[in-house]
């Protein structure tokens, strides 16, 4: 297989991984848990970079410390998610700096960590990205109906005699796997643009819930491939291409959101203003 063809199939299943992944992120509003992540597995592709091994696996493990760490932290009272995230954030990012920096002549691609490019990912990076996507959808098969429980009545889940924590790991990491999968196509930076923009998208254009995850798949497949296209075409930057892509739709749906609304706000305030001038008449006047 050609390596634009290994690039579009590795797009296609970060689009459908988006639908689902994705749209868990945007519901739980974890936009900065993801970022937060995404930076915080660095150390790990530089511990084994260091080795000679893998990085998509070196951040995967420590990706599942960090998770096991963040659902620890979050179990301390008074300390909310947004604050363990920086922690977490702050932690990984300087960690994995300071080891890149006391190997200077080691070649670690700390560029390709952070960015990553479509066009160089392997089959094995393609394998892991599709066996990631059937795990997250089996887990979320058995597991969605009480995620969106917790999510929309947290306080309703509690009464019930569930436990959060559980739910709280799931979700971490689903949302962990999601995102180191995603960083040898589009890096640390670009992965979870990729990751949380369609279903952002999605979210902006229905209010229907269930049509959030196949919207986004959809955006997420289109826009990855479209922007695949414009970067041979052009001989611009993929990852680049594909980030700019996405964002690009996500700010036309917005726009196209607000002018909807807009619209249907004059229409109604047409409609209120000619039901009182007919309410003002008098019957003199409507002889």
Excluded at 25 to 42: E, P, Y
Excluded at 246 to 267: C, D, E, M
């Amino acid at each position: 297989m050609s390596y634009f063809a290994l690039a579009a199939l590795e797009l296609t299943l970060l689009g459908l991984l988006a639908g689902l992944a994705g749209t868990l992120i945007v519901l739980r509003k974890r936009s900065f848990f993801a970022v937060a992540l995404s930076h915080a597995t660095f150390p790990g592709g530089v511990v084994f970079a260091i080795v000679g091994w893998n990085l998509l696996l070196g951040q995967a493990l420590f990706a599942l410390v960090l998770v096991l760490l963040m659902t620890l932290l979050g179990r301390i009272p008074g300390q909310g998610r947004q604050v363990t995230s920086g922690v977490v954030l702050s932690f990984g990012f300087a960690l994995g700096t300071l080891l890149a920096s006391l190997n200077p002549g080691l070649g670690i691609p700390v560029e390709a960590l952070l960015v990553g490019s479509p066009l160089s990912v392997s089959t094995a990076d393609v394998a892991a990205t599709g066996a990631v996507l059937v795990v997250v959808f089996l887990v979320l098969a058995v597991s969605w109906r009480r995620i969106l429980f917790h999510s929309f009545d947290p306080v309703g889940f509690a009464a019930a005699g569930f436990r959060s924590w559980p739910v709280e790991l799931i979700v971490t990491g689903v949302i962990a796997a999601a995102v180191v999968v995603a960083m040898p196509a589009v890096g640390a930076i670009l992965g979870v643009a990729v990751i949380i923009g369609p279903a952002a998208t999605a979210r902006a254009l229905t209010s229907r819930l269930e049509w959030i995850p196949p919207l986004a798949a959809g955006i997420g497949i289109g826009g990855g491939l479209l922007g695949l296209w414009i970067s041979r075409e052009f001989g611009i930057a993929a990852g680049g291409a594909v980030g700019l892509v996405i964002a690009a739709i996500f700010l036309l749906a917005v726009a196209a959101k607000a002018l909807v609304q807009r619209s249907r706000a004059g229409q109604r305030g047409r409609g209120d203003a000619e039901f009182a001038t007919v309410g003002s008449r008098t019957p003199a006047q409507e002889g």
